[in-house]
């Protein structure tokens, strides 16, 4: 009898490596966790397929395999990344020092621009000149740019990024400065063309998204590289797919050509999987906190829709790509403890990782937020991490016993000060959020996953006044679930700057064609073993004439076969109207690009509906619990034990495999058929 295929996706964090299996025949899923390994990300990869091997899984049953990573991410936060040449325009040498000239933080006179990720001296200026039509006013000169080669050459640089002029109208010069570059190098030098990673107006960003995708290009090629190598050496054939910040998937070959789309990669698959769950759930409004070992990220989900952004600032520089969009609060299980010059008590940003870690796992020296949640009851030392991490309560104690002395209080009561600074901080982040999308909390619940999410997700709903806690089944691996959900996504782009109705309607119908047949093509080229479905969006990032930033608009296939403008038109006035608040009839609107996303719709996990409860749920013994400076005596449950109409009251703690669930006093827990834990307080369900 054949083994049953298996559908593998991966998610790696700061702490642990999270694995979500889905066997096809069954539809069974199966999650695991594993420590990351920091040196070597790839072997807590390989050490999570031994995990398999002891379910009695084996890696030739896997056709199908999704990884989430951070490795462009860290490489750029880390200032870690490749020696790096700018080819520019004359006249435009200091584009990557002068920046935008705005302060960081307007009200801070002391804040400061992020240092450019290339020196002065290795950005060289070449002769040409592309007019803002397409035209060329100056010719690219070969003698000068082959120049700048030798110079960048002999300056020992890893690769070179090229960000002309007016380059998204026509990429001929840059296109052409690839071609010398790669005859003068033999095909030895990295190159990034401006042009082709993103054609959009604003030298500067496009500048800066150019350079940050060559500045992590080696690291995360040699991460991929040894990626495919070991899987093939572990005995797994699939090819491996990436996630993209969009929530999108593409493969390996395109992540490594492009691995800028990457930067955002694992916190975007929680977010797919959290739609998902939501759904399930019957819950169309859902706040995300997705709390791991270094942070804790915050992402709003309207109608079971993402909130994506065209652009996102990343360790100080702007990175415009579609990105799922996404807050993160330096407040996580690795965070630790410190007291400021003040004398306040903080915690985070800085992490201790996942070695040493936190004091408890028997090699730190900090007091991180898990040794605060270890004092504080909430999980239990023997059953961390599925078992397979033994926890140690003396070392928390022993390290927090110097800032318990500095508070003069007793250790527990420090450990829940330490948590209550964390939620207050991911408090501050969220209610600017929420002000910012003008979003009511009380409809919306908020949905806790990683590995500390569902710890502190009921305070932290308490404290906003959010309707409800929503617990998926397996909140701590819902990124690598995620990653499993996600679709094939590709934008394809045309910029246009040209007023609306100065645009032929002939033309602009031709140009999405064209943009359509790019996408398709690009599609084409994944390797993908079968596609549930395609399908084809169009979008037109629009303004009014003058404004400095655009909307994106959804445009229908039926408004592009209309005889005029009038439908488009009236969207953009309602779509403004409802993100500002005004709009303008008289005012003209000007196209800024024309953009195609493709989905190319993977086969779906599906979600097994749960046993329903015939007696109440078992009681598992009970422990003392601190929260918020009280004393309690909570319930312990185990979450596999937990079925359909299980009712828990708080206070409560839910124990699984790969995190815990703290229900507060005064709220209570259902089981939904689907095995979604909602939470709601106790006087909203009478």
Not at 114 to 139: A, C, F, N, S, W
Not at 607 to 629: D, F, H, L
Request: proline share 5%; charged share 20%.
């Amino acid at each position: 009898m054949s083994k049953s295929k298996i559908r593998l996706g991966i998610d790696i964090g700061g702490t642990f490596t999270d694995l979500t299996v889905y066997e096809e025949q069954t539809g069974a899923t199966l999650s695991l966790k594993t420590p990351t390994v920091a040196d070597d990300p790839v072997q807590g990869i390989a050490n999570g397929l031994i995990l398999l091997k002891n379910k009695g899984l084996t890696v030739d049953q896997i056709h199908y395999f999704v990884h989430g990573t951070t490795i462009g991410l860290n490489t750029l936060l880390q200032r870690k990344g490749a020696k790096t040449a700018l080819f520019v325009t004359e006249g435009f040498r200091d584009i990557l020092h002068l920046q935008r000239l705005r302060l960081p933080i307007p009200y801070d006179f002391r804040s400061r621009l992020p240092e450019p990720l290339i020196p002065r001296k290795h950005v060289y200026p070449i002769r040409e000149r592309m007019l803002q039509d397409g035209t060329i006013r100056t010719p690219l000169d070969l003698t000068e740019l082959d120049a700048a080669i030798d110079a960048a050459v002999a300056a020992k640089v890893e690769g070179i990024v090229v960000c002309f002029l007016h380059s998204y109208k026509n990429a001929e010069h840059e296109l052409r400065a690839a071609e010398r570059i790669k005859e003068r190098t033999g095909g030895r030098m990295e190159v990034t063309l401006s042009s082709v990673l993103w054609p959009q107006m604003r030298e500067y960003e496009r500048a800066v998204m150019a350079t940050v995708n060559l500045y992590i290009l080696p690291t995360c090629k040699r991460y991929f590289q040894t990626l495919a190598e070991r899987l093939i050496a572990e005995g797994v054939e699939a090819t491996p797919f990436i996630t993209q910040s969009n929530g999108g998937l593409m493969d390996i070959s395109t992540a490594t050509e492009a691995p800028v789309r990457t930067l955002f990669s694992g916190p975007a698959g929680g977010i797919v999987g959290a739609v998902r769950v939501a759904e399930s759930a019957g819950i169309r409004n859902v706040i995300t906190l997705d709390m791991g070992g270094t942070s804790a990220d915050i992402s709003i989900i309207d109608n079971l829709q993402p909130s994506f952004v065209q652009s996102n600032h990343l360790a100080g520089f702007p990175i415009i790509l579609p990105a799922v969009s996404i807050f993160s609060v330096g407040a996580g299980g690795g965070s630790f403890a410190w007291i400021d010059k003040g004398g306040l008590l903080k915690v985070g940003p800085e992490s201790v990782g996942s070695n040493p870690g936190p004091a408890c796992y028997g090699t730190g020296d900090k007091a991180a937020m898990t040794d605060a949640f270890l004092l504080c009851g909430y999980i239990n030392p023997e059953r961390f991490a599925a078992g397979n991490v033994k926890l140690y309560p003396e070392l928390s104690a022993a390290v927090l016993q110097p800032i318990a002395d500095y508070l003069e209080t007793e250790v527990w009561e420090a450990a829940d000060k330490m948590v209550q600074v964390a939620v207050a901080n991911m408090y501050a982040e969220l209610s600017g959020i929420i002000e910012q999308h003008g979003l009511d909390p009380r409809d919306f619940s908020l949905m806790g996953f990683g590995g500390a999410g569902p710890v502190v997700a009921n305070f932290l709903a308490d404290e906003i006044g959010a309707d409800s806690v929503l617990i998926p089944p397996s909140p701590g691996t819902l990124c690598a679930l995620g990653s499993l959900m996600a679709d094939f996504a590709y934008d394809a782009v045309q910029a246009r700057y040209e007023k609306l109705e100065q645009i032929p309607l002939l033309v602009l119908r031709g140009e999405y064609r064209k943009l359509v047949k790019q996408a398709e093509a690009w599609l084409n080229e994944q390797q993908i073993n079968g596609l549930a479905e395609q399908s084809i969006l169009y979008y037109m990032d629009i303004r009014y004439v003058g404004q400095a930033f655009e909307l994106e608009l959804p445009i229908t296939e039926k408004q592009l076969k209309r005889k005029d403008y009038r439908s488009v038109i009236k969207a953009f006035h309602e779509l403004h109207q409802m993100q500002y608040g005004h709009h303008d009839e008289n005012a003209e609107l000007e196209v800024i690009q024309l953009r195609v996303r493709i989905l190319g719709h993977t086969i779906k996990p599906g979600i097994k509906q749960v046993e329903a409860a015939t007696q109440p749920p078992i009681s598992r013994g009970k422990r003392r619990m601190i929260g918020r400076g009280r004393e309690y005596e909570a319930t312990i449950y185990w979450r596999n034990e937990l079925l359909d109409g299980h009712e828990v009251a708080g206070p409560a703690i839910v124990e699984q495999d790969d995190t815990t669930v703290v229900i507060l006093d005064g709220w209570q827990g259902r089981v939904d058929g689907r095995g979604n834990l909602i939470v709601r307080r106790k006087e909203e369900l009478r």
